[in-house]
């Protein structure tokens, strides 16, 4: 699994973080989400999916 998150799509709700914290955190300076890993293991998956269906932006893209 890999994920790609869109900086600049993203709107900072921090839906992602809630989701999978694990995978996702927050910059302080502006609430933007950042990934912690862009390939979590697989045990991470649904948390991630979540993440991804939370996501009002529609930032995070998962693939494989």
């Known amino acids: 699994m890999r994920i790609t998150l869109d900086e600049e ?4 709700a921090g839906q992602c973080v809630l989701a999978a914290p694990e995978v996702f955190d927050q910059r302080d300076s502006d609430g933007i989400a950042v990934l912690l890993t862009e390939t979590p293991e697989e045990d991470q998956r649904a ?3 979540d ?8 930032a995070i893209r998962i693939t494989g």
């Open 9 to 12: 799509t993203c709107i900072g």
């Open 47 to 49: 948390a991630v999916a």
């Open 51 to 58: 993440a991804a269906i939370r996501c009002p932006a529609l």
